[in-house]
């Protein structure tokens, strides 16, 4: 069965700390991985995409890696900010059609203080 | 930021009442979603559409219909609302490069009494 399991559920850190976030599928044929953001009362953000070529991508602060051996991601975020509370959902596509299936994880529901 | 956009961004109605959730987008995707998101679980497909007159049903089996009459535009309408049909309704779109890379609206928060 296709499925993305995110792990923690949720998360409490200090601003200016650093977390990783983790995610695993089980999800095949795998075409690509994505990470979003999603603020309180808003609609995901995309953050990052992750190819089956790809092991590590950056955007600003945040980092994600792929290993589509052991079928696992993670997302750091480094030096965390107030605005960096959000939640952050792990989606994976498979190529099982032409409209791409996605499979979302629950999200790790991350709380910055300061 | 993304151009697309949801209203009404809260919604409090009775039973059995009809209700539409507008959806629009100003990026010209050919390709548009609903999605029912529930507090600490996953998004769940209702509806998707790859382009005008293309309507189709996702997983969640749903009491809702859509029609797409424009590109622009994809309506939901729940023709007698219900409390189990309270949740947090999602309207995306993509791009028709195929990397599926969604672009959300913020959200209709339903309740329905």
């Known amino acids: 069965k296709n499925q993305v399991e995110q792990s923690p559920q949720s998360l409490i850190i200090l601003e200016g700390k650093n977390c990783t976030l983790q995610c695993n599928y089980t999800v095949s044929p795998f075409s690509n991985l994505r990470w979003y953001k999603q603020d309180t009362g808003r609609g995901p953000v995309s953050l990052t995409i992750?190819?089956?070529?790809?092991n590590t991508k950056s955007n600003g602060r945040y980092t994600a890696t792929l290993d589509a051996d052991t079928k696992q991601s993670s997302l750091h975020i480094t030096a965390s900010q107030l605005s960096d509370s959000a939640s952050y959902i792990c989606?994976?596509?498979?190529?099982?059609?032409?409209?791409?299936?996605?499979?979302f994880g629950r999200g790790t529901q991350l709380t910055v203080w300061p | 930021e993304a151009d697309i956009y949801q209203t009404p961004r809260y919604l409090v109605i009775g039973t059995g009442k009809k209700i539409t959730l507008e959806c629009s987008q100003t990026m010209g995707h050919d390709k548009m979603y609903w999605y029912q998101q529930d507090p600490g679980m996953e998004l769940h497909l209702i509806h998707y559409s790859y382009g005008v007159n293309s309507t189709e049903k996702g997983d969640l089996s749903s009491e809702s219909t859509v029609s797409r009459i424009r590109t622009e535009h994809f309506p939901l309408t729940l023709e007698s609302a219900r409390p189990s049909h309270t949740s947090q309704y999602l309207c995306?779109?993509?791009?028709?490069?195929?990397?599926?890379?969604?672009?959300f609206g913020s959200g209709t928060q339903l309740s329905v009494l």
């Open positions: 995306a779109s993509s791009e028709p490069r195929g990397d599926e890379k969604l672009f």
């Open positions: 992750m190819t089956f070529s790809e």
């Open positions: 989606v994976v596509s498979d190529r099982g059609s032409t409209l791409g299936r996605l499979y």
